[in-house]
T-cell receptor, first 115, second 113 residues
Framework: AQSVTQLGSHVSVSEGALVLLRCNYS??????LFWYVQYPNQGLQLLLK??????LVKGINGFEAEFKKSETSFHLTKPSAHMSDAAEYFC?????????????FGKGTMLLVSP | NAGVTQTPKFQVLKTGQSMTLQCAQD?????MYWYRQDPGMGLRLIYY???????DKGEVPNGYNVSRLNKREFSLRLESAAPSQTSVYFC????????????FGDGTRLSIL
């Protein structure tokens, strides 16, 4: 069975500072990996995904994530935080073995951005 | 450009009442999903439908039933609501391929008294 661990239920940064949100997964084979963002009272929006190829993946709003197989990690980063980045972020994995996209989510990390 | 539409957006029920949450997608996706979101728990899969005509249990199916009415619509039913089912419910859809992302609706906020 797959599992996803997001370290830190809340992360606080100042505007302009580096954002680092951590995600580690447990899977028998390298899964497909996703980061989603949820703004208040909204559904989840896809930030970026890793399936195959280049391990550094760029997404929307200046975010990127690096797949590290040896560390079973897929951490999300952004060089400079903006107030509008304040939201909850979810890491998710999809089982390569299944023919459809059932996702296992982490518990989420709330990003707080202060002026 | 609706994507995934969920109705209603908010609902308050009394314990023991029944309720059906509706979900429709206009992206011609084969697969549809129902999740519940609780504070500190992330999203947990209730049921999914890999393709029209099939449904399967997810991680937390107890107390729920689903119907894949057609390719567009996937409903979630609470037969006898319990306070433990107070949650935010999200519907999602995707193409039938595990490397493709899911597209989410805006959620139904359900309170059971």
């Amino acid at each position: 069975a797959q599992s996803v661990t997001q370290l830190g239920s809340h992360v606080s940064v100042s505007e302009g500072a580096l954002v680092l949100l951590r995600c580690n997964y447990s899977s028998s084979v390298p899964p497909y990996l996703f980061w989603y963002v949820q703004y208040p009272n909204q559904g989840l929006q896809l930030l970026l995904k890793y399936t195959t190829g280049a391990t550094l993946v760029k997404g929307i709003n200046g975010f990127e994530a690096e797949f590290k197989k040896s560390e079973t990690s897929f951490h999300l980063t952004k060089p400079s935080a903006h107030m509008s980045d304040a939201a909850e972020y979810f890491c998710a994995v999809s089982d390569r073995k299944s023919g459809y996209s059932t996702l296992t989510f982490g518990k989420g990390t709330m990003l707080l951005v202060s002026p | 450009n609706a994507g995934v539409t969920q109705t209603p957006k908010f609902q308050v029920l009394k314990t023991g009442q029944s309720m059906t949450l509706q979900c429709a997608q206009d992206m011609n996706h084969n697969s549809m999903y129902w999740y519940r979101q609780d504070p500190g728990m992330g999203l947990r899969l209730i049921y999914y439908s890999a393709s029209e005509g099939t449904t399967d249990k997810g991680e937390v199916p107890n107390g729920y039933n689903v119907s894949r009415l057609n390719k567009r619509e996937f409903s979630l039913r609470l037969e006898s609501a319990a306070p433990s089912q107070t949650s935010v419910y999200f519907c999602a859809s995707s193409v039938e391929d595990s490397n493709q992302p899911q597209h989410f609706g805006d959620g139904t906020r359900l309170s059971i008294l």
